[in-house]
């Protein structure tokens, strides 16, 4: 418990004062070496995209036990979990993480540790061209509509609003770090119609982040989209 309250205390202060996470787990190899915990003890990342070498850095001779553990947002209904390996992740951290998520009734897909792991790389690139098309005056209703009759369960600006605005934004900046402008979200220097409009930044400004704020792309209401009389989303 005291390693759980020293890990979170921290990761709110690195997130005030903006500076890299990894200390962070440098303070839990710590804690870790002088405490009475029963050994082997695996320390997980829910990270969606940041680098695990990064975040290991300061691990040292713990770094073995050290590895992804990436849950998907709403965690109850997502069925995928993804346990990405880093460099000197060892053959028994990942079973725990295949056998964690399973046990928790989870499908595991183990995967390398590389920008976006499987999955945000794919939806990251779904994310950014929602952005650009929001960004270009395309309606999100008309968006949504045109990819649900596409065959997708869930309109993508739905989908961002509910994974949170913010961590759009991020996997965005991970993605376009590794790939270039072809993952960039728009800006004053992509041109391509937005007249320099990212709609993204805009509800980043305003700390609109979705489904967790009350507002976003949507309205949202106890969780759920709002509706005017008609029924229409807002």
């Known amino acids: 418990v005291e390693l759980k309250k020293s890990i979170y205390k921290q990761i ?4 005030e004062k903006h500076r890299p996470w990894h200390p962070t787990y440098s303070t839990a190899s710590g804690i870790g070496k002088v405490s009475q915990f029963r050994k082997p003890y695996f320390l997980f990342s829910n990270t969606s995209a940041l680098d695990l070498n990064l975040l290991a850095a300061d691990l040292g001779d713990q770094a ?17 979990v993804e346990v990405p390996r880093a460099a000197a992740t060892t053959d028994e951290t990942m079973a725990v993480g295949v056998y964690l998520a399973s046990i928790a009734g989870k499908a595991p897909i183990p995967c390398a540790n590389k920008p976006g792991f499987v999955v945000n790389r794919i939806l990251g690139a779904y ?21 649900k009759h596409g065959g997708v369960p869930m309109g993508p600006t739905v989908l961002l609003d509910l994974v949170g605005v913010e961590i759009g934004a991020s996997v965005a900046r991970t993605l376009s770090g ?10 004053a220097d992509t041109g391509s119609g ?9 509800l980043l400004g305003l ?5 967790k ?16 009389a008609r029924g229409k989303p807002l």
Request: net charge negative; hydrophobic share 45%; glycine share 14%.
């Open 12 to 15: 709110a202060e690195a997130m």
């Open 64 to 80: 073995g036990r050290f590895g992804g553990l990436h849950f998907f947002n709403p965690p109850e209904a997502m069925q995928v």
């Open 127 to 147: 994310l950014v061209m929602t952005d650009w098309l929001l960004s270009m005056g395309v309606p999100p209703e008309d968006i949504d509509k045109a990819m």
């Open 178 to 187: 590794a790939f270039g402008t072809r993952m960039s979200l728009p800006g």
């Open 194 to 202: 937005t007249n320099g409009v990212n709609v993204i930044e805009i």
């Open 207 to 211: 700390k609109d982040l979705g489904q």
């Open 213 to 228: 704020t009350g507002r976003g792309i949507w309205v949202w209401h106890d969780g759920k989209q709002a509706r005017d």
